[in-house]
Each structure stands twice: as C-alpha cells, then as structure tokens.
C-alpha cells in the first residue's frame, strides 16, 4: 500500500445534490446499510499459525483486510495483512513516532478508542487490493473527504472506486423523496440504538496529563477524614448491602470479559513467537511449557502426551457396574468375610453385632472364632459402653 496522497477527484460525481445527501450520512451510517461479518480475531490467529505450520508459501497465504474505527470521530482507517493483528499491534507502536494522519490519529485518541475489527479475507494480492478499495469507498475512509485516516484510495486499484461511488450515488438517485427520508429516518435510529446500547462514541474517553494531576491534586487536597466520617461510611456501607445484580447484567458483564480475554488470547497467539503447538490451542508468550519429542506443548497438552501418548483427552470408560448392581454385590456379601477380614462394622450382620455386644469371651478369641478384626470388635464393644452409659 503506497502512502502518498492522491488529489480528490470529485468533479466525476454528476449528481451534485445526491453527493450532499451521502456527506451527510456519516461513517456508522454508511455502515448500517451494508454492514460486514466480522471474523473472530481467534479464528484468525489461529488459521494464521496453521499456515505457518504447514509452510504455506508466503505468496499463498491467506490476506485479511482490517477496520480500526476511531469511537470518538467515526473516521475509519482500512488496512490489509497477513497478520492483522500483529500489524494492529505494529501501527499502535509507530504511532509513537510517526506523522501519518492514522498513526497521528492514534496518538491524540489512544489506541484504546480505536475499535479494531478484521472484515473480509482473500488469497491472493489483487483481490486485497480489490477488496481494500472497496472498504475505503464504502466508509468513504478516504483522507481527502475528511472522514477517514486511509491516505490512497487503497491497493493500486484507485479507478475502480469512481465507479463505485457512483454506483452508491445512482443508488441514492434511483429512491423517491419518500424512500430517501425514510431511509434518513431508519439511519439516524441505527445511531441512537448504538448510542444507547454500546454507548457514546466518546465512551471511554481517556484524560489527557493536564487533567489527571489537576484530578489528583484536587483530591490530594481534601481532608478525607472529614468527609468521610463514621456516619458517612456507615451508610455507604448500607447503601450498598443486598444489592443484587440482575441476572441480565451479570451475563453481560460475564461476556464482556471473556470477550476481552479472548481478544488479548488472540493477540497473544498471533504475535508471540512461544507457543503450543497442539491443534487448536491458543497457549502462547509467557506460560509454562513442555517440550516432548522436540515440539513445544503448554503444560495441559505436554503432560496428556506423555502421560496417554495423545494430545485428544482419552475417551471415558463406559460404566459396566451400575450402582445398583454394586449395592447388591455389597448386600450379599455382608456377614460372609469374602476371604477378607472385614475391618469395618458396616459389613457385619446385625447377628454378628449382637454377638460381639454379649459374648463374654475375649477380644483375641473372639476375633479369632468369628475371623473378624480385633480392633473392630474393640471398637463396637467401646460403643456399645458409651451408649449404655449415657
Ligand atoms: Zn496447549
């Protein structure tokens, strides 16, 4: 992808007034038209390790085409890469030094109020290319129309995108007035349900240093016992008792978390050079590691090979004694010693009790006649005392 940047060619447009229209919608709307299927990062890192584990050639190796979108201003950067997440990780870094306007964009906003999203896929350049183009045209993401951060119209297919900008605007032309503001109306519902849902766009917006220390300063300053005083904790404390979080939320709160999780995993996964080299497995960077016949495994499938041989989780002996059977077993054998010296009251008959209670011959000889253990007649003999005492 080449970086210099293109003079805008607008004069092409032949419908000035349908133009207008389009500059209105801004970039969430253009995507509520046609939105995308976004590919799980996860999948993506790990077809990314599959490939590098099969010696893919570098020129058959899948291309993914990504879409960070600046949650503040809506503008949109489109980028392709074998490996997006690393290149994500990559443009976060220059952008510590760096005067491009996507990685200037960075800087100013943090990184953190860029949702990254990868959005298409394909095998070969010219349909990256192709399919760059044709992201940069649909969120207009072109940095000469003000709304985006890409600084050519994407890949080296530049013409094409004329043809679709017209097509969208022959699209705008061909609605009635009706259409048109039904449409408007539809959109600008779509921005508000995502404002209510996923929140403001300015949501998670980070302080800048200034605001910080004069944040801190200001609490520093407050004498803490004076606010709060015992009272004041008190009922903090009780405002907050038995409060329950609804069950929606909880769930909510559940999945935002394994989101992220899964997010930093995929990260980790696609750009650490240490990994598990078990199929599907998304160990990777720092952990605890097993190497078995000169391949690298995580703990979990380093010591399931070595222990069964296989990486699968050995499948479950099917149960041929069923509890009920078991109980049976243990039934008739009660009283009977089965060759054993029953060591436990509870395989004795309640004959056998009885005996033990009122018999007066010793423990040794007992134990010896009725070929039970001498400390369970002890035992049962102790018992039966104590019961009799209390
Ligand atoms: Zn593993």
Redesign the pocket.
């Known amino acids: 992808m080449t970086q210099e940047i293109q003079p805008t060619d607008n004069k092409n447009l032949e419908d000035q007034d349908a133009e207008v229209n389009l500059l209105e919608i801004n970039a969430v709307e253009v995507a509520a038209i046609e939105d995308v299927i976004l590919i799980s990062p996860k999948d993506v890192a790990k077809k990314i390790r599959e490939e590098k584990r099969s010696n893919t050639n570098k020129e058959d190796r899948t291309i993914y085409i990504y879409r960070a979108k600046c949650l503040i201003n809506n503008k949109i950067y489109i980028g392709q890469s074998v490996n997006p997440i690393a290149r994500w990780q990559a443009h976060i870094k220059s952008s510590e030094n760096s005067d491009l306007p996507f990685h200037l964009a960075i800087k100013k906003h943090g990184a953190d109020n860029f949702k990254f999203d990868i959005i298409d896929s394909c095998n070969n350049t010219d349909a990256a290319n192709e399919l760059e183009t044709k992201f940069v045209t649909k969120y207009d993401s072109y940095i000469q129309n003000g709304k985006g951060y890409n600084a050519t119209l994407g890949g080296y297919n530049a013409p094409k995108s004329e043809a679709w900008k017209k097509n969208l605007s022959n699209r705008w032309k061909s609605l009635s007035d009706e259409q048109r503001q039904e449409l408007k109306r539809k959109l600008s519902e779509a921005t508000k349900k995502q404002i209510m849902t996923k929140g403001h766009p300015a949501q998670g917006h980070k302080w800048t240093d200034e605001q910080k220390e004069r944040y801190s300063k200001w609490r520093s300053s407050l004498d803490k016992d004076s606010i709060y005083t015992e009272e004041v904790r008190k009922k903090m404390s009780e405002s907050h008792k038995g409060k329950k979080i609804p069950k929606e939320q909880l769930e909510k709160m559940a999945a935002g978390i394994k989101a992220t999780w899964e997010k930093k995993a995929a990260i980790r996964y696609a750009t650490e050079e240490i990994y ?1 080299h ?1 199929d599907g ?1 998304m ?1 990777a960077g720092r952990a605890q590691y097993k190497i078995v016949n000169n391949v690298r ?2 703990n ?2 380093g010591s399931r090979l070595l222990r069964n041989g296989i990486l699968e989780v050995l499948p479950k002996k099917p149960v041929l004694v069923t509890d009920e059977t078991r109980k049976k077993i243990s039934e008739n054998r009660k009283g009977k010693g089965c060759g054993r010296i029953p060591h436990n009251k509870a395989s004795l008959t309640q004959e056998q009790m009885d005996m033990i209670v009122n018999d007066s011959r010793s423990i040794m000889e007992l134990s010896r006649v009725m070929g039970i253990g001498r400390k369970v007649i002890c035992r049962i003999r102790k018992e039966y005392k104590n019961k009799l005492s209390a």
Do not use: F
Request: glycine content about 0%; charged content about 10%.
């Open positions: 598990c078990a497995c160990v495994y995580c979990k499938h």
